[in-house]
């Protein structure tokens, strides 16, 4: 049963650029959360999608980030016009039970993908 | 909103030793604590965790403790091993209606041999 993937690894876009970010949770798991990594710090919360559906974008920046996560294919962080403050690792992580409920579902990271700014 | 406050930042211990690592949250609506060990440059591993209606879990050399009176909880690693060394990070999750997964800042472990 293969893990989180994530892809690319490593991703080097010029200021003004669009980044993309992609995310196929593992086999089952129909819940994606995007966490962001600055270095030497911990993770911090983006976003939460369903399938077709975001439940939770409080932690994404209201301009040039967006996240899908369609009915088809894996999940997509879209970040447009990329600032040299966007550089960072960016995490997936996937659960296979709603995290509304009461027993909240372990979720399974990805490797990250590492965005750099230039 | 929640917070968690993850102590020490770093830790050096000699292999065979303990390590603790304490945290503190401030929601106590929050009902499930994980525990997360990340090696370098790759994605955070669950390793335990614990869930809010249990004071104490235990698997093999990890273990997990968590107060709900005083909303801390912490993970101890017996018998330390050089291949412990990694950041651990720890985070606690709401439930019930709204989803929140909020991390401490890390904790950076090295197991001396």
């Known amino acids: 049963n293969a893990g989180v993937m994530q892809n690319p690894r490593h991703l080097v876009r010029r200021r003004g650029q669009e980044a993309r970010l992609r995310c196929s949770p593992m086999k089952g798991h129909s819940h994606v959360y995007w966490y962001r990594q600055l270095p030497e710090e911990g993770l911090k919360f983006m976003v939460y999608?369903?399938?077709?559906?975001?439940?939770?974008e409080s932690g994404m920046p209201k301009e040039r980030f967006s996240a899908e996560f369609p009915k088809e294919g894996p999940s997509i962080l879209r970040i447009q016009q990329v600032v040299r403050g966007d550089s960072a690792a960016y995490f997936c992580?996937?659960?296979?039970?709603?995290?509304?409920?009461?027993?909240?579902?372990?979720?399974?990271f990805g490797p990250g993908t590492r965005l750099t700014v230039t | 909103g929640e917070n968690v406050e993850q102590h020490p930042s770093t830790l050096s211990v000699q292999e065979g030793d303990s390590a603790v690592i304490k945290c503190t949250y401030s929601d106590s609506a929050s009902n499930y604590f994980p525990w997360y060990k990340q090696e370098l440059g790759k994605g955070p591993q669950l390793i335990i965790d614990i869930r809010s209606n249990v004071g104490e879990k235990k698997d093999q050399r990890i273990a997990v403790t968590l107060n709900k009176t005083a909303k801390h909880f912490s993970l101890h690693i017996t018998e330390t091993q050089p291949e412990d060394s990694a950041v651990y990070f720890c985070?606690?999750?709401?439930?019930?209606?709204?989803?929140?997964?909020?991390f401490g800042a890390g904790t950076r472990l090295f197991v001396k041999a």
């Open positions: 992580a996937s659960s296979p039970q709603a995290s509304g409920s009461s027993l909240t579902s372990e979720q399974y």
């Open positions: 999608l369903q399938k077709e559906n975001i439940i939770d």
């Open positions: 985070a606690a999750s709401l439930g019930g209606g709204g989803f929140k997964t909020i």
